[in-house]
């Protein structure tokens, strides 16, 4: 549609937008949460690298016939990665420093067979991950010009049309691929809500073949784990929250009493934005930069850039109430963030590894001890307020 402006993702650029919007909405005025100090982890002294310079760093970061990446090279990475990496060469760092590219060599044709495999499937109607995937399909970046359809009537893009190549775009077709290939890969996950997301974003900057093994790798290979996140009972997710609002209670105490005080759990606004890694909700000037620092760094990155968005509003989320407070979050503020802006301010976040342990294990210390009482044996003393902070995310993950 030659009337249409892209912004430099592929997503159509709406002519409606706020006047006056400011994008950059990260300011230091108001916001309580504790800083580094001025002598810690500055990178002034380095300049970013343009894309000969990431090619050449990316070479030397390639994997060795061990398996291994050479000494150093992931210190190097995460230092350059913090900088800014080009987005010309966004697709390829991804490939090198998820090891994508090897698996790429070492599995030739097998993706082919589980796309093959799933057809068969689906064709049969005995794929039981069928119908909810073609529901989400539609779902997933409506404004990408890769999933972007032309058409308007609903019966007709809920019937069987939809499956011939020439009626849908070719992006909603690779995705389709993907997701029914990795539930013939994982079969007890097979597909949930969310994934739908993490594989369309990969689409916008890798190839299909290689989205498809970048999301294997994401949800299987350690530190990344996300597999965890989509489980029957979720307990990747509920873990995920539980840190996330216990750091929010040791960051920002001021905004986690009001958040509290008016009935918000952090599942109903954080729980599509850690389980995507903001795929799903923020524009991707934010996600891709997540994305590339979490290949680095892994869930730190995740909690910072968390930490750094309430902090951004919290002088403005202190003075509204309960569903106000939603609206703005759910609604409001995923559009109106620079990624730039908020991955500066989340280094800026004296988050130390060990509050993330720390919380994780009490998590995990909760989950054992509910367990063990299901059972009918003694367990562990397990905090009162935590306990039932738990069992709300465990009804909120079963709903």
């Excluded at 390829?92 to 698996?103: F, Q």
């Excluded at 009972?233 to 840190?243: I, N, P």
Aim: proline share 3%.
């Amino acid at each position: 549609d030659g009337s249409r402006c892209y912004d430099k993702f592929g997503f159509i650029v709406e002519d409606d937008k706020e006047d006056g919007f400011d994008t950059n909405i990260i300011s230091d005025s108001g916001c309580s949460v504790e800083k580094r100090s001025s002598s810690q982890e500055s990178f002034e002294e380095l300049e970013p690298l343009d894309v000969e310079g990431w090619s050449l760093l990316l070479d030397s970061c390639a994997l060795t016939s061990s398996g291994e990446c050479p000494e150093g090279s992931q210190e190097t990475l995460k230092y350059y990665m913090r900088l800014g990496l080009p987005d010309a060469i966004r697709g390829r760092a991804w490939s090198v420093i998820s090891a994508v590219d090897t698996v790429l060599n070492a599995r030739d044709g097998d993706y082919q067979r589980m796309v093959e495999e799933a057809t068969l499937r689906m064709e049969s109607e005995q794929d039981k991950n069928a119908s909810q995937i073609e529901r989400d399909l539609r779902r997933t970046f409506p404004t990408h010009y890769l999933f972007h359809s032309k058409i308007e009537d609903e019966d007709m893009m809920n019937s069987s049309a939809i499956l011939c190549e020439d009626f849908t775009p070719d992006g909603i077709d690779a995705l389709r691929r993907i997701l029914y290939a990795y539930s013939i890969y994982d079969e007890e996950i097979g597909y949930c809500q969310g994934m739908n997301f993490i594989a369309a974003m990969f689409l916008t900057f890798l190839p299909e073949e290689e989205s498809f093994w970048f999301l294997v790798a994401i949800m299987n290979d350690d530190p990344y784990s996300m597999r965890e996140m989509f489980t029957k009972d979720m307990s990747g997710s509920l873990e995920t929250l539980f840190v996330a609002d216990r750091l929010v209670q040791k960051l920002l105490p001021d905004l986690h009493q009001h958040l509290n005080s008016e009935g918000i759990n952090i599942s109903m606004y954080a729980c599509q934005w850690l389980m995507t890694l903001f795929s799903s909700n923020f524009n991707f000037d934010l996600v891709s930069k997540v994305w590339d620092n979490f290949l680095v760094e892994s869930w730190k990155v995740v909690y910072r850039v968390f930490i750094a968005l309430l902090a951004s509003c919290e002088q403005e989320l202190l003075n509204l109430p309960f569903e106000h407070v939603l609206t703005f979050l759910r609604d409001k503020l995923p559009g109106r963030v620079d990624g730039q802006s908020v991955l500066a301010a989340s280094l800026e976040i004296r988050l130390r590894s060990k509050y993330i342990r720390k919380y994780t294990k009490e998590f995990r210390l909760m989950r054992s001890s509910e367990y063990v009482h299901k059972r009918g044996s003694p367990g562990p003393s397990v905090k009162h307020r935590g306990k039932k902070f738990v069992q709300k995310l465990s009804r909120v993950g079963s709903t």
